[in-house]
């Protein structure tokens, strides 16, 4: 894959901060305040701010770069075999949103020639956001972070969002694995990814996903130095299944692969 120029980089960069900053104006005024929730065909929920924000970066993006394609959790796929496609998750943690839990994000990618260059995780109610260029590094809020420097599972902080994402099966893995770690958490949606990059924590092990809910999260974790693929190691993109293992060095991911392998 070719990388991107300086020049490319920051041109996407300021475009993705933009409608950043929009998405984080229609959706942190509703926080907290009455919001008419629908049940999808998954029965997942969701709400108008969801399809709002969604409808409006899809409309910027559109506007913007009418050649690109378009990823979205509400609105479906456009031209996703386009040299330039950008996948957006409006709200990354509805049910968060709606019960006035703060860790739920905006998630914003783009992807150049199938793989995730440019991702940016935006916290709007902890007014934090991650910002990851695989060939130019992580930033949050501006300034550069790293993974932790952690490469033994027994001294890892594992974090992943609930119990209810995994099949029996890989329930069965990631308790074995986690259980050897040094401590496993839970919650957090997109927050636990932002948290690797900036080294609090060292690993998320996660299934059940689709690719508008780590794409943006795979360059902010590797530009800051970790490691994040599928649970067989390879690398994320359009296609990529429901799981995923983000670690904060090659040695603790080589790890935590090894281990979600055994029967």
Same mark, same amino acid.
């Given at each position: /894959?070719?990388?991107?120029?300086?020049? !490319?980089?920051?041109?996407?960069?300021?475009?993705?901060?933009?409608?950043?900053?929009?998405?984080?104006?229609?959706?942190?005024?509703?926080?907290?305040?009455?919001?008419?929730?629908?049940?999808?065909?998954?029965?997942?929920?969701?709400?108008?701010?969801?399809?709002?924000?969604? +409808? &409006?970066?899809?409309? %910027?993006?559109?506007?913007?770069?009418?050649?690109? *394609?378009?990823?979205?959790? !509400?609105?479906? #796929?456009?031209?996703?075999?386009?040299?330039?496609?950008?996948?957006?998750?409006?709200?990354? *943690?509805?049910? +968060?949103?709606?019960?006035?839990?703060?860790?739920?994000?905006?998630?914003?990618?783009?992807?150049?020639?199938?793989?995730?260059?440019?991702?940016?995780?935006? /916290?709007?109610?902890?007014?934090? %956001?991650?910002?990851?260029?695989? #060939?130019?590094?992580?930033? /949050?809020? *501006?300034?550069?972070?790293?993974?932790?420097?952690?490469?033994?599972?027994?001294?890892?902080?594992?974090?992943?969002?609930?119990?209810?994402?995994?099949?029996?099966?890989?329930?069965?893995?990631?308790?074995?694995?986690?259980?050897?770690?040094?401590?496993?958490?839970?919650? *957090?949606?997109?927050?636990?990814?932002?948290?690797?990059?900036?080294?609090?924590?060292?690993?998320?092990?996660?299934?059940?996903? &689709?690719?508008?809910?780590?794409?943006?999260?795979?360059?902010?974790?590797? #530009?800051a130095g970790g490691v994040v693929t599928d649970w067989e190691g390879r690398p994320l993109g359009l296609n990529s299944g429901a799981r995923v293992v983000a670690a904060a060095t090659p040695a603790l991911h080589a790890a935590l692969i090894e281990s979600l392998a055994k029967d």
């Amino acid at each position: /894959m070719e990388s991107l120029s300086a020049a !490319e980089r920051k041109q996407f960069e300021a475009f993705a901060t933009s409608i950043a900053d929009n998405a984080r104006a229609l959706s942190l005024p509703r926080f907290r305040r009455p919001v008419d929730v629908t049940l999808k065909g998954d029965m997942s929920p969701v709400t108008a701010v969801d399809r709002g924000v969604e +409808s &409006m970066l899809r409309e %910027r993006i559109e506007l913007a770069w009418p050649e690109h *394609g378009l990823l979205g959790e !509400e609105y479906g #796929a456009t031209r996703v075999d386009a040299e330039f496609v950008w996948s957006i998750d409006p709200i990354d *943690g509805t049910r +968060s949103f709606i019960s006035g839990w703060p860790l739920w994000g905006t998630l914003i990618a783009l992807l150049h020639r199938g793989r995730p260059v440019l991702g940016v995780l935006d /916290m709007p109610a902890l007014d934090e %956001r991650w910002i990851g260029h695989v #060939a130019a590094g992580t930033t /949050m809020n *501006g300034r550069p972070c790293r993974t932790s420097a952690c490469e033994r599972l027994a001294s890892a902080t594992i974090y992943t969002t609930t119990p209810d994402m995994f099949t029996p099966d890989e329930w069965r893995r990631f308790d074995r694995t986690s259980r050897e770690a040094y401590t496993r958490r839970f919650g *957090g949606d997109c927050y636990g990814y932002g948290m690797l990059a900036s080294g609090h924590i060292d690993a998320v092990i996660e299934a059940n996903l &689709m690719p508008y809910d780590y794409l943006a999260i795979a360059p902010v974790v590797q #530009a800051a130095g970790g490691v994040v693929t599928d649970w067989e190691g390879r690398p994320l993109g359009l296609n990529s299944g429901a799981r995923v293992v983000a670690a904060a060095t090659p040695a603790l991911h080589a790890a935590l692969i090894e281990s979600l392998a055994k029967d």
